[in-house]
């Protein structure tokens, strides 16, 4: 099943990882560490080989994608050699690498992506190609009429205005050339009545939003062991510091709201009340790609006991989320080709925003996950 995987943020760190990484495995160069998907309860047929990935996509910068391996190696995001050893087949991607479209209306810059993605299709000869979001996040967009169904949004896309969020306007760009859709970052994406309505017209999944790959991943596990054991959670706080494009980009208040709120959901919906404090994100440049999280939980047990714990997490943010969104890819894809329309609940397990997901405990999502896969080796999961 050849695939194509089609990165909004190309040039990003996350996506460069993960080009590297679907291309070292392709290569046999490295092990599939950190990639769910080759676990063996999801293991099967139903799934793309890494083998059949072809990688394309958008992004507003212009810097190769050799100088961006280059400069992960340099930060110990990724081993130099693999940059080194690969660079054919980077300079190969380079070449399916598309500027995001500038100018014109928003109709007409969703045309030019929607050309763009059909092109890569046809060139490839691909089955069918999933757009994956990884590019930077956005703030929450202003409410506009065209959001609230299909007709709504030609009427106002035809008329010239400004309606959709740059997120939105790739997922709409993804829908009409018939490509399934991925969110992988907080912002707003298909997550709009017109958008879900048009996915379902042309019978497609798709999934999001925010990928967990650090401070909300160990939250999700922690929340419900509280629950379960009926300790009373009074406080959670977290601090969040970290450098690269992504703090940068989430230095900007608008962007940092968006983020703040996905990664705190969980406990609200896990422990059924809301817990004193807040998360930050702290950008600090020096960081890079390497995230420190620190969480400080106060609780109270039985005769109103009060205890605490805290944790402290560092991650390498890329070398965290790039196997989840070949993962995504490949579970997308499969879901795709088993005729599955609409959004896939099921790979919650992903994500820190779930779409239409019922539970934010990790061993829960991750059963509903391992069910879902076994039908698609199966042939169901339609
Ligand atoms: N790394 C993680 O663990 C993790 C976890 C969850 C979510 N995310 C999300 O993934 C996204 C990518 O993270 P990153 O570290 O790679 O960030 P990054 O800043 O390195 O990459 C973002 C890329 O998007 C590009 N871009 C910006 N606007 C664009 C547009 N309109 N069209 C096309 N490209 C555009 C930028 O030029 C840049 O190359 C972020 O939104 C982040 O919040 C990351």
């Given at each position: 099943m050849r695939t194509g995987v089609w990165?909004?943020?190309?040039?990003?760190s996350v996506a460069t990882t993960g080009i590297v990484g679907g291309l070292a495995l392709r290569a046999g160069?490295?092990?599939?560490?950190?990639?769910?998907?080759?676990?063996p309860d999801l293991r099967g047929p139903a799934l793309p080989p890494f083998a059949d990935l072809v990688f394309g996509g958008h992004d507003v910068a212009t810097t190769p994608l050799t100088k961006r391996a280059e400069a992960l190696a340099a930060a110990g995001v990724l081993p130099g050699r693999l940059a080194a050893a690969l660079a054919a087949d980077l300079a190969a991607v380079e070449e399916d690498l598309r500027p995001a479209p500038t100018g014109g209306s928003q109709a007409d810059r969703a045309a030019a992506v929607t050309a763009d993605l059909t092109a890569f299709r046809d060139r490839h000869r691909l089955d069918r190609v999933v757009v994956v979001n990884v590019s930077a996040t956005e703030p929450a967009p202003s409410p506009h009429?065209?959001?609230?169904?299909p007709d709504a949004l030609r009427a106002a896309l035809a008329g010239g205005d400004e309606v959709l969020p740059p997120s939105s306007l790739y997922a709409y760009a993804a829908v009409e050339a018939g490509c399934p859709y991925v969110d992988f970052t907080p912002s707003t994406g298909l997550r709009l009545p017109a958008l879900a309505a048009l996915a379902a017209q042309r019978g497609l999944p798709y999934a999001g939003h925010d990928g967990k790959t650090g401070e909300t991943l160990v939250k999700s596990v922690l929340a419900p062991m509280f629950a379960m054991r009926h300790l009373a959670v009074r406080s959670w706080s977290g601090v969040n510091l970290l450098g690269g494009g992504d703090g940068a980009t989430l230095a900007e208040p608008g962007a940092n709201a968006a983020k703040v709120d996905s990664k705190q959901r969980v406990l609200g919906e896990t422990l059924g009340y809301v817990p004193q404090g807040g998360t930050r994100i702290d950008y600090v440049e020096d960081l890079g790609d390497f995230k420190t999280a620190w969480d400080l939980i106060t609780f109270a047990g039985f005769l109103g006991t009060g205890m605490r714990m805290e944790f402290t997490w560092h991650g390498c943010d890329s070398a965290l989320a790039a196997p989840l969104v070949l993962d995504l890819a490949r579970l997308t894809a499969a879901a795709h080709a088993a005729g599955r329309v609409g959004p896939l609940p099921e790979l919650a397990f992903f994500f820190k925003d779930p779409i239409d997901a019922p539970t934010h405990s990790l061993s829960e999502q991750w059963q509903r996950l391992v069910d879902f896969t076994r039908e698609l080796h199966a042939g169901g999961a339609g």
């Open positions: 990165l909004v943020g190309a040039r990003g160069l490295t092990a599939p560490t950190g990639c769910v998907t080759e676990l009429p065209g959001h609230a169904d």
